[in-house]
């Protein structure tokens, strides 16, 4: 026997597991195809247009950025965004807590139908659910009328164009945000912990607070993140349920580009923004690893 051709006959295998692979990856790069080319027609290319604009307009210049951190009214629109976004974010953590705490003790069948309601927003026109709850708010609202008649209040509330109208319409359309994502971790959390801590002596609210609660503190980081980025980029919500005090930055960007035609400003600012939303997911990740709550390794 020729002890030679011993390696060359072992190693055939081998070479037919990579060429078997380089087969399936050839595959798997058609199919991400379509989706690649569409990312980079409708999203790459509108933000290198956007990131040109801001600093070729008309010709090579950094005065876009330099007018919008120094000009006040600016930071002001900032900050009253960034203030805004975290109120919504306290909101919906201090709604969707409970109810999400709900859907995973409940049985399937009661949270079916209780699914049904928490995405019930989805299903409905973004612009009705802003107009209706304009109609609800107004000082000849719904509510008003109601508070107006049980005596709660002499004199109908302001409640609409201004801050807490626009977090109530907000937290109504975000609210599902962090519901489900605080559904998937309490889901998965071994409530036997529970029941252990409780038979060793622990009272119900010391067991929650102790066990239950931390290990679903991914969940509010995940549902946290997702509505704060989300809301601190709306527009309609904040346009037709906010006042003159309530400018996001989302509005600023629209009242450049489409009301003053000023693409250099306008751009520099969306460009701001992006940096800002890669800025907190960048210190998410350093706190709450995004691989984890995604099963990576």
Not at 223 to 237: A, D, N, P
């Amino acid at each position: 026997m020729d002890f030679e051709q011993v390696p060359n006959r072992l190693s055939i295998p081998k070479q037919l597991d990579v060429k078997n692979n380089k087969k399936k990856f050839d595959k798997i790069w058609l199919l991400m195809l379509p989706a690649f080319l569409f990312l980079l027609i409708f999203l790459v290319y509108p933000l290198l247009k956007i990131f040109i604009y801001s600093l070729f307009d008309p010709s090579f210049t950094f005065e876009h950025y330099k007018r919008f951190f120094n000009e006040p009214a600016y930071l002001n629109v900032l900050w009253s965004t960034l203030k805004t976004g975290l109120l919504v974010t306290v909101t919906c953590i201090l709604l969707g807590y409970p109810v999400a705490y709900m859907l995973a003790s409940v049985t399937d069948r009661v949270r079916n139908i209780l699914f049904i309601f928490v995405l019930l927003p989805f299903w409905t026109s973004f612009l009705v659910r802003t107009y209706a709850w304009i109609v609800i708010l107004q000082k000849e609202g719904i509510l008003n009328k109601i508070l107006l008649s049980i005596g709660i209040i002499s004199e109908p509330l302001k409640m609409v164009h201004n801050t807490p109208g626009v977090i109530i319409g907000l937290t109504h359309v975000l609210l599902p945000f962090m519901i489900l994502p605080l559904y998937s971790i309490m889901k998965s959390i071994d409530m036997d912990l529970v029941k252990s801590a409780q038979s060793l002596g622990a009272s119900p609210f010391k067991s929650f607070t102790r066990i239950f609660l931390p290990l679903s503190i991914p969940g509010i980081a995940a549902g946290s993140i997702l509505v704060f980025i989300i809301s601190i980029g709306y527009y309609v919500t904040p346009a037709l349920l906010g006042g003159e005090k309530d400018t996001m930055i989302s509005q600023l960007i629209a009242q450049q580009i489409s009301g003053q035609l000023n693409w250099g400003f306008g751009s520099a600012i969306a460009l701001i923004l992006l940096l800002l939303i890669l800025l907190l997911l960048y210190v998410f990740n350093r706190f709450f690893s995004l691989n984890k709550m995604t099963n990576g390794s």
